[in-house]
Nanobody, 117 residues
Framework: QVQLVESGGGLVQPGGSLRLSCAAS????????MGWYRQAPGKQRELVAR???????NYVDSVKGRFTISRDNAKNTAALQMNSLKPEDTAVYFC???????????WGKGTLVTVSS
């Protein structure tokens, strides 16, 4: 079975940094696009960043220059380095795997990031 497990969430002060990790198992990791989504209380889930199977990336405008997504195919992991965190970054962050060229999607259960002083 496919499993995505997020880790690294927690409480951080504004301006601080946090690194999220997603460990994937049960799938051919290298052929999946990997993404990070987030959902704040009372708001819709939004795409934060994606790293494609070929290595390219994209980001939502609000995190450009602050967040960096990466993947390590040898370790079946995807990471999201978050710098200069703002209170509006507070959300549950979800790992997503999408099969390239298809609509197949898998989701992790999420990890909570709280940015507050």
């Amino acid at each position: 079975q496919v499993q995505l497990v997020e880790s690294g969430g927690g409480l951080v002060q504004p301006g601080g940094s946090l690194r999220l990790s997603c460990a994937a198992s049960g799938l051919r990791f290298s052929i999946y696009h990997m993404g990070w989504y987030r959902q704040a209380p009372g708001k819709q889930r939004e795409l934060v960043a994606r790293v494609f199977s070929g290595g390219g990336t994209n980001y939502v405008d609000s995190v450009k220059g602050r967040f960096t997504i990466s993947r390590d195919n040898a370790k079946n992991t995807a990471a999201l380095q978050m710098n200069s965190l703002k209170p509006e970054d507070t959300a549950v962050y979800f790992c997503n795997a999408q099969l390239a060229g298809a609509t197949t999607n898998y989701w992790g259960k999420g990890t909570l990031v709280t940015v507050s002083s």
